[in-house]
């Protein structure tokens, strides 16, 4: 029976609203947040292609789209603050969370465990279906009077309380993908515990499914304290109240008329206790997708099964109790500040070790290059350029001078866009002949990658430079200060390596949609000749995945190294 | 073929629990978090100011007292109608999940009249009067959508949910379980709430 008729005969008869649109298998839903979530990247890198010609050329107007914008064809100040708002927002939150969680965890956890759906399928198209009315409510702010929400993605108050009606529906919108992240994580970690195929132990679990429970148990209970920030911070703005409103506040030359009594950095805590966390949400699904990956084309087991996953868990346990580093600068003291250094710096222990044990599984290995190895190859460098820049800005005596410069950027872009997003489109490629049956084109993935791997290593690395010599990250125009005006060059190579970044996701998102019918067909349902559940499913997968249940005889990742052989989990028989 | 979801009714025999157990602990636990933050925000906002109002001389003490009696009992009343359907006693799972309904309806009806007396105040009462006023509106005000989501889980149960009594008995006795495991910690929250904000 041919991989197509099977998935077909697999299936009710729906209607087309019942199968793809409001649809309770999780495979349709992964592949909707998919879509989705890859909309909002490309929406929220192109606002920051015009952030990019603004800093590039100051006062300069816009190619081609400048007069649709503002009336001089240039962005203004307040225009640039909000773009930079909703850049960092709409790639976080409406970006690559969904993709690695809704997309990936969705898609992968239930095949990984052996399940035939997620434990329940009803709340999992909610939390896709509220996630995307709070997308639609983010981008609606863009048609508020007075432009979209622009106190930064941190919203920091007093000037996220007092500013323009935006924000509130800013406010809104996070709380409905706060809703949808908690409905979420519930899903997956009951899904990943309880519907474990026969034989399949905690610690036969594919390093991705840890990776994607260690997240959800993130997401369950870092986000509630940003739910209830900005439940105080909508009362605030609605009601009047003074959360984060001082006394004797002053706006615009004015007293403020707010009772007072609030404490702005309070904000700063509870926005920090989630968005701490939310960088291992950003990373940990990259992990999990790379282990995977990096075992498959080494042809090796992974090196330390055990230490990765106890790294994994005690990384997720003191993402809680670094989140203060983020605010070294709000005048703390010393005993906290002492806190938070010490615990910043043995949170980078379980990360190293994780991409030290993905390094250790190269060693020795028969490696086949191909474009999802090319980019997991290149997380591991990226990331560790991204952590370990990140251990200056950890201890107070360098952060003071580094803090809020284009030296943070150039951290948590590197942690993000070349490990995240590459490890991201890794997985793409990777999973791509298990979703279609197909798969992608060979060359354009290479184009693609060597083209992406170049620029974005042009965009973030003279972050570093510019940050040093103090350059501060939210200028509008940096030629107006010396220090500024002495790196203002850098900024045309980052712009244009930008653009020339944009170009190069052109092949991947048409060798995406063009493979899903004209892509090689797969030799067979393994066709990487991995060793996880997913694979012992047919490709695509029908509704109910493993239309007869599949059982687990032994841990992932049992390559032999010598004899070049593999026994999946699934294959009762020792190759 | 169709989709089968095991462990709905039946307790997985490693982790002892169904699916929706383990849902609702884990969506519990984020709810502690949610309302531990709110709790925290009140402590710095209390701390962070010299002239923090005593609950006892703004609020009514009185009433709130009331409010607490009535959803200590109507935890028993969601215990006992669990208890009664592991009796087997449909007739009796009815009365006592009325009675939880009752109770919460009073409790809200209650509130309403704590919260009318501060809005008809002169000058009125609101979030903007003060921080205390507004960490107090925000909290009770929180806790009051909870017992809202609350009445309207139990009054499908008791309602049209019933009729999975008939077919699927264990796993409706499951919903009532998972029911009344969130009627209780919205009750804890109200305790921790009640000596926090009236009291102190």
Redesign the interface.
Known sequence: MTQAEHSHA?H?EMPFWRKYIFST?HKVIGLQYGITATFFLLFGFLLMILMRWQLAYPGVEIPLIGKALTETGALTPELYNALGAMHGTIMIFLGVVPMGVGAFGNYLVPLQVG???M???KLNMMSYWVYFVGGVVMMSSFLMPGGAAASGWTSYPPLSVTAPNAQSVWLLAMVFLITSS?LG???T??TA???RAKGLSFMRWPIHVWAQVATAFLL??????L???A??QL?DRV?????FLPSGLYIDGAKST??G???PL?WQ??FW?LAHPEVYVLILPAVGVISEIISTFARKPLYGYKTMVYSIIFLGFMSFIVWAHHMFMTGMGVTLSSFFQATTMIISIPSVIILTTLLLTLWGASIRFTVPMLFSLAFLPMFAIGGLTGLPLGLTASDIHLHDTYYVIGHFHYVVAPGTLFALMAGVYFWYPKITGRYMNEFLGKVHFWVSFVAINCVFMPMFLMGSKGVSRRLYDQTGYSHGAATQSWNVVMSTAAFVLLLAQIPFLYNMFTSWKTGKKVENDNPWGATTLEWAASSPPP??NF?TPVEVYREPYSYSPSSRKVSPQFSQQEA | MSVVIPYVDKPHPVTGVTNAKLGVWLFLASEVMLFGALFSALITLRLGVNDWPHGYDRLNVPLATLNTVVLIFSSVTVVMSWAALKMNNLKQFKTYMSLTLLMSVIFLVVKAIEYNSKFSHVPPITPATSNFYAIYFVITGLHGLHIIGGIIVNAYLLGPGSRMWKTEPERFTGRIECAGLYWHFVDLVWIFLFPILYLL
Do not use: M, W
């Open positions: 697999g009710h298998d399940a035939q759906d434990a329940f399928p908690l994580s519930v899903n970690i009951v515990i309880q519907l369950l209970l870092a986000f509630p304290p739910e209830g920030a439940v105080l009362s009601f009047g109240s003074s959360f707010a009772a009594g609030g404490n309070l805590h509870l206790f509704h109910e239309p």
